[in-house]
């Protein structure tokens, strides 16, 4: 089990890659205040098509569609910029159950002193997801019950904070607070079914702390991020059995959930000056803290590294890799009663390997075509649920290896 001292310790002194290709100049927003721009609306919009294979644990694949539009109208009133982003997005999908509209709209009010910026926000997010086929829902004629609980509505506020210590350096801060509400599932009840289909109502406190230092061409980012959640209707596991006391004949639960997360990061980038290309690379060390009994608990290693390329006016290209190696504490599980032996190893292990390409073609300076892809490959030694072997007298059949893969293309419309 990690210590909780030791997370606290790590998120004062640790640090977070950010994505960070600006340069040291005053950020658009603050340079529109400057130059007495009163308003200002910026957005864009994409459609497109393609096809996915794969959601997670739940197997299928079939051409998909998309449609999203982000905008965001400002206004500068003296010294207070008020900024109104709104991001809505559509997957439609086809032969297959997995179609999405998410969205996020936020009301902004920042103020920009000359080295640097405080914002405060609020707002509202969320995802709508129906009928996706519940892969802990099986039924008698070997399909699965289509559910709506992976949908959900969560609202937020948040501050946030820049400054520039000196020229090469920039310190940042952010917090926010969500709280989330999902849709219960209607086969959902936190006695007879306390672990498979909760609900994911609850909240989170989420902070981050950066300082990126630039010299030349070469620009590194050091920081952390630490998040600790609370879940409403998910009962705590008790150590190596995963259970949570919650059973027919009312047996008393254990506590509501909880847990920490801190990840303490660092990246570099290197882009040379008039060089048609930039690259990163960076590490972050996850530790999750089940502040219960540590059935959750575990410790992440995960490299990343980038490449973007400028060939010529024709086309841009950006190639992302990322690896996530968890390595859970030794109460996640115990082999015994109805649990069998890991597939491999002495110790729960979770494995997830991911890659995208983004290439972009310039028709005009507001319309690009854009063609892009993703792939994430999880292998795993814990146990597939196999039915009526584990979990014990059960009908659920996963396999907790998986492979998803997405290709989509479309056109890019952008305006100032």
């Not at 997670?56 to 999203?68: D, E, H, N």
């Not at 997010?125 to 996706?132: F, S």
């Not at 047996?251 to 303490?264: F, G, H, S």
């Not at 082999?335 to 597939?343: F, K, M, N, Q, T």
Request: glycine residues 12%.
């Amino acid at each position: 089990m990690i210590a909780i001292p030791a997370l606290l310790a790590l998120f004062t002194s640790g640090a977070s890659a950010q994505e960070d290709d600006g340069q040291d100049a005053a950020p658009p927003k603050k340079q529109a205040a400057e130059e007495e721009d009163r308003t200002s609306f910026e957005g864009k919009a994409f459609l497109g098509g393609g096809a996915l294979a794969g959601e997670g644990i739940i197997a299928g694949a079939g051409p998909v569609a998309v449609i999203s539009a982000q905008a965001e109208p400002a206004l500068a009133l003296g010294p207070v910029l008020i900024a109104f982003p709104v991001d809505l997005s559509h997957r439609q999908t086809f032969g297959i159950s997995l179609s999405e509209l998410q969205g996020e709209a936020a009301l902004e009010a920042g103020v920009h002193p000359d080295d640097g910026e405080i914002a405060v926000r609020g707002g509202i997010r969320g995802r709508y997801r129906p009928g996706w086929p519940d892969p802990y829902q099986p039924q008698a004629d070997g399909t699965l019950l289509p559910t709506d609980r992976w949908s959900y509505v969560a609202g937020f506020v948040g501050l946030d904070g820049r400054w520039d210590v000196a020229k090469p350096v920039r310190l940042s801060a952010d917090y926010e607070y969500q709280r989330l509400d999902s849709k219960d599932d209607p086969n959902f009840d936190p006695v007879d079914h306390p672990t498979h289909i909760p609900p994911e109502d609850g909240w989170a406190h989420a902070g981050e702390v950066s300082l990126r230092l630039r010299s030349g061409p070469l620009q590194v980012t050091l920081g952390s991020t630490l998040e600790w959640k609370g879940y409403l209707l998910r009962y705590a596991r008790d150590a190596g059995t995963g259970l949570t006391h919650a059973g027919p004949g009312g047996d008393p639960p254990n506590p509501l959930y909880r847990e920490i997360v801190a990840e303490p990061a660092v990246e570099a980038r290197l882009a040379p000056k008039g060089a048609p290309w930039k690259v990163r690379a960076g590490y972050g060390l996850e530790m999750q803290e089940d502040l219960f009994e540590g059935y959750y608990s575990y410790l992440g290693h995960n490299p990343t590294a980038g490449l973007d390329l400028a060939l010529g006016e024709v086309c841009e290209v950006a190639v992302r890799g990322e690896v996530s190696l968890r390595t859970y504490g030794p109460d996640s599980y115990a082999v015994g009663g109805s649990h069998p032996a890991l597939d491999w190893g002495d110790r729960r292990v979770d494995r997830r390997y991911g890659g995208s390409v983004d290439l972009d073609f310039p028709v005009t300076r507001s319309w690009i075509v854009s063609v892009s892809g993703d792939a994430l490959v999880r292998r795993t030694n814990f146990p597939d649920y196999v039915p009526g072997v584990f979990p014990a007298g059960g009908a659920v059949d996963i396999d907790w290896d998986y492979e998803d893969l997405r290709v989509l293309a479309g056109v890019e419309y952008t305006w100032r």
